[in-house]
């Protein structure tokens, strides 16, 4: 779709959101869409238009889902009240960061492992009920378990790969825990458990998927 700005400027701007316009259509990925503008203006103006555009096709955009966000950073001082949104996975907000070069901190609004995504991989881990499988060694459940590690690291590590760091941490604890049901040595015996962990990360460090990675090393 083509908008042209009447700001004054002469500018014109083209917004691009495929999607299928029968309403007989399954709309999946091509829902999801962002939009970056330079002002608030030119975000209200888009949307007008998108409302316009979906209208026409007998379609409303979610009210929820359908928001102008601020993406306030170390530049971008101003105060509005949505400057943070969840998409694909990631929570976009502003964020510390360091510049490789001169080595400064400084706010950068970027996205990482969102809150829900990392309460849904924990959770995943919890069900799969790797501490009660002391019928497996660590490198069975490591050959088990490392396609789904590196999916996720994959994926959810592309930004900020240490916000991943909770979720491995507590893919450790679950080995601590299933290291107490397969050794009678260390049942009853936490401190001890771990310490095994640790050792075996420490010998072989490219056993599992996040310690290969640098993630989840030691304990929380």
Not at 24 to 46: D, I, M, N
Not at 137 to 147: K, R
Request: charge should be positive; proline fraction near 2%.
């Amino acid at each position: 779709m083509d908008h042209r700005l009447d700001n004054g400027s002469g500018v014109s701007r083209e917004v691009h959101a495929p999607f299928y316009e029968r309403l007989a259509g399954k709309f999946r990925w091509s829902t999801l869409r962002l939009v970056h503008c330079k002002t608030e203006y030119e975000a209200q103006a888009v949307l007008v238009s998108l409302t316009g555009r979906f209208a026409t096709c007998g379609l409303e955009l979610h009210l929820e889902k359908t928001k102008i966000i601020y993406c306030k950073d170390g530049k971008r001082k101003d105060h509005y009240s949505t400057t943070k949104f969840t998409f694909l996975g990631y929570d976009f907000r502003s964020r510390s960061s360091l510049n490789s070069k001169t080595k400064e901190v400084f706010q950068n609004f970027s996205p990482a492992v969102s809150n829900a995504a990392a309460k849904s991989m924990r959770m995943h881990i919890r069900q799969s009920g790797i501490r009660n499988r002391s019928d497996l060694s660590l490198q069975e459940i490591a050959e088990q378990y490392n396609p789904i590690l590196r999916g996720w690291i994959h994926y959810y590590g592309y930004y900020h790969r240490t916000r991943l760091n909770s979720v491995m941490l507590h893919f450790n604890k679950v080995l601590t825990a299933w290291a107490m049901h397969k050794y009678r040595k260390l049942r009853d015996h936490k401190t001890k458990a771990s310490l095994f962990i640790i050792k075996v990360q420490k010998e072989n460090p490219e056993l599992f998927s996040h310690w290969k990675q640098g993630l989840g090393i030691g304990f929380a």
